[in-house]
């Protein structure tokens, strides 16, 4: 018989699942919109009426599901397998998602941080297969990041290792959304970006980039992409000093981690492709700079292949190297 785990990845508005073979082949997937952000119960019903769903459509028998995984944004506490407090999911807090999913699938239960589920899935299916050691960097509005170490999550030891968002490098910087100054988010995230265009055109309102982004709808960092791509000078400049600081942050985890391999992903890879691909050679040129040669010279620092998040597929591989363990 063959058997199968489930992956939920629980984002800000929706949740996806997918049903994955042991070797990491995405069989059927699902996803829809939370039910509410005041509470999680509606949901949760959902989500399980979801996984009965899949598995009934593709004819499998209940046992041939060996484990779920789920990865949900904030410091989780996998011990015990309760949702933390999300900004996105306010009412969702405290939810024992790992005991009610073991209650209705009779299965083992994982759950842990979204961005440590991206590195494992970069570990299992993605471009880290034949590394022990990887950080993997997501950087679209925020940036957040998972480490492992020895082939296992470095999860620190109260759950909260992996906010590489929140390095400071900047003393006294720019106010971040954690309450702190200066951190590598507020200079580096999409956000971050996005606030250094509209910083700009206040001060420069009859600029080339203000007629541009006015056209273009509005200031994010995808319009600034487009202003990019019709040859704006200025908005080249602030994607090169986002690079710069991407860069600088990735420097220091090498020296400090000397990993195998660091994994790109995230919105700021998105296309258009010209713009994305000038961030991401500013990005190397960056690590290059800061890093110290020899750790720089035996580590990979590559973009991820998956196009579409991680999420979901992540979920299932923590529950695939959670399986192998017990064995
Ligand atoms: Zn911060």
């Known amino acids: 018989m ?7 990845d629980i984002g800000g508005t929706k949740v996806a699942i997918d049903l994955v073979s042991m070797q990491g082949k995405v069989v059927a997937s699902a996803y829809f919109e939370v039910l509410s952000k005041k509470e999680s119960l509606s949901s949760l019903s959902k989500m399980t009426e979801a996984i009965d769903e899949l598995l009934k459509n593709k004819k499998l028998e209940k046992k041939s599901l060996k ?3 789920v990865g949900s944004p904030g410091p989780v506490d996998s011990k015990k397998g309760v949702l933390p407090w999300s900004p996105h999911l306010p009412g969702w807090k405290g939810t024992p998602i790992v005991r009610v999913l073991k209650q209705k699938f009779k299965v083992p239960v994982y759950l842990a941080n979204d961005a440590n589920v991206g590195a494992l899935c970069e570990k299992h299916f993605g471009v880290g297969k034949k590394v022990k050691s990887l950080i993997y960097i997501t950087v679209s509005t925020g940036i957040g990041g998972g480490i492992i170490l ?7 030891h109260s759950f909260g290792a992996g906010e ?3 390095m400071i490098l900047v003393p006294g910087g720019n106010l971040c959304h954690c309450g702190k100054k200066g951190c590598f988010e507020a200079y580096a995230s999409g956000t971050a970006v996005a606030k250094k265009a509209k910083k700009f055109i206040k001060e420069n309102p009859n600029s080339q980039l203000a007629k541009l982004l006015k056209k273009e709808g509005g200031v994010s960092s995808k319009t600034l992409k487009q202003a990019f791509v019709r040859g704006n000078k200025d908005a080249k400049k602030i994607f090169s000093e986002q690079a710069m600081f991407l860069g600088v942050g990735v420097a220091s985890l090498i020296n400090l981690l000397n990993p195998a391999m660091i994994v790109f992903g995230g919105g700021v890879f998105q296309p258009p492709k010209k713009a994305a691909d000038f961030i991401w050679k500013e990005i190397l040129a960056s690590t290059k700079k800061h890093a110290w040669k020899e750790p720089l010279k035996n580590c990979k620092v590559v973009r991820t292949q998956f196009t579409k998040g991680v999420g979901s597929l992540g979920a299932a591989a923590l529950a695939i190297e959670n399986l192998k363990q017990k064995v």
Do not use: F, P
């Open 2 to 8: 063959k058997q199968y785990v489930i992956g939920i």
């Open 164 to 166: 590489i968002g929140h």
């Open 67 to 69: 484990g779920i995984g």
């Open 150 to 156: 020895n082939e296992q999550i470095y999860a620190g």
